[in-house]
């Protein structure tokens, strides 16, 4: 992924990896205290009947001619993507939720192709054209989607957990359907492998940042992937490229059982015996979130201020004078405003929008106080 991370929003969303600094929170509106540990007439008075300030809506920009058309590929390659662009925002980032029995894939996206490939751009200058590294950056993000999808989504009816894969591995998972989808798009003649392999392992080297080490195991995982005739090749590519992966990071905590000129397949083989270890896998999807309980948003308080029909108004907090909600709401895709009161107060809000949002954001390991005293939790 490119300035901002996001691992597995379909199991694990990525809040462990860099979470403090995606949700760089804002002044507090309202503090926990205000909200739950102050007066009871006090807080009856400053929420009672309120409504949104304005519609509630997720992050809004207008794309440049690049990322218009690195929006538009992504729309090729899954066409119920929902994609927003962040204002004022560099980089680029990809949740996936389960609404239902369906994968929601959300990408958030900088509107200016600078901002946006940042910062692996600069070492793809010269090697791509600015078109092409746009829609490599895009099927990346995409590539995370498909990479969640395909274990929460078996062919078998089951669905496993993807967060047992480590976060390099699901990095070089989307690169290699990033260059897949590009080079099919394209053509090879593009030479789009080449051209990441080489800048991730100089951006990796420049940033000290081994997250993103993806070069040397893309290159050697792609000789998984003889071809290449559909977005199904694609997205197998990815899932082996993710298995490869754990198998040489294996390989070297062992000790180098295996050489370095060993058949990738090999390799492969070990990353599935490790991986077949850790993963979890449940009978279908609703098992799943019935079951699964996630630790990312347990951190936090959820506070619900008000409640409209199906939807709920909700403010979550860290600390007692950190707002996270904004943070929160648009790394998970939820929409997010202010909450007018008769106090005339702006609370800052996210929308939850009927069950399947609400079941969801449970999953996810968050614990709500509702509006009559009530905890909302799963799995606890």
């Known amino acids: 992924m490119f300035e901002k991370q996001q691992r597995t929003a379909s199991s694990r969303p990525t809040l462990r990896l860099r979470l403090a600094r995606r949700v760089a929170v804002t002044t507090a509106v309202l503090t926990l205290t205000t909200l739950v540990g102050g007066s009871p007439r006090f807080a009856q008075q400053a929420l009672a009947a309120p409504s949104e300030a304005a519609p509630f809506s997720v992050p809004a920009g207008s794309p440049d001619e690049y990322m218009q058309a690195g929006a538009d590929f992504a729309r090729e390659l899954y066409p119920k993507v929902e994609i927003s662009f962040w204002e004022a925002e560099s980089g680029s980032l990809s949740v996936s939720r389960i609404e239902g029995d369906s994968i929601r894939c959300v990408l958030r996206l900088s509107p200016v192709a600078d901002d946006a490939l940042r910062p692996l751009g600069r070492f793809l200058n010269g090697r791509l054209d600015p078109k092409t590294q746009v829609m490599f950056a895009t099927a990346h993000e995409i590539g995370h989607c ?29 690169d290699a359907y990033g260059i897949l989808s590009t080079e099919r798009k394209l053509g090879a003649s593009e030479q789009v492998r080449q051209a990441v392999v080489i800048s991730r392992m100089l951006a990796s080297a420049a940033y000290r940042d081994p997250n993103h080490a993806t070069g040397h195991f893309v290159s050697g995982a792609l000789a998984l992937c003889p071809q290449n005739r559909s977005d199904a090749d694609a997205v197998q590519c990815a899932v082996a490229t993710a298995y490869f992966t754990v198998g040489s990071l294996a390989n070297d905590e062992q000790g180098s059982p295996y050489p370095v000129d060993s058949a990738p397949q090999l390799i492969y083989e070990l990353g599935v015996k490790q991986i077949a270890q850790r993963i979890r896998v449940y009978h279908d999807i609703a098992q799943y979130k019935a079951q699964y309980s ?26 007692q004078q950190t707002d996270a909600t904004y943070g929160l709401a648009d790394y998970y895709g939820f929409k997010t405003g202010k909450l007018a009161t008769d106090a005339r107060r702006n609370v800052t809000a996210l929308r939850i929008d009927g069950p399947d949002e609400l079941d969801w954001l449970l999953t996810l390991g968050a614990v709500v106080r509702t509006e009559d005293g009530q905890s909302l939790s799963k799995g606890r």
């Open 146 to 174: 498909k990479f969640r999808e395909a274990f929460l989504k078996q062919s078998d009816g089951r669905a496993a957990d993807a967060s047992a894969f480590p976060w390099l591995a699901q990095e070089a998972a989307a």
């Open 294 to 319: 996630g630790a990312d948003l347990s951190r936090f308080a959820f506070n619900e201020i008000s409640r409209q029909g199906e939807s709920r108004y909700i403010t979550a907090v860290s600390g």
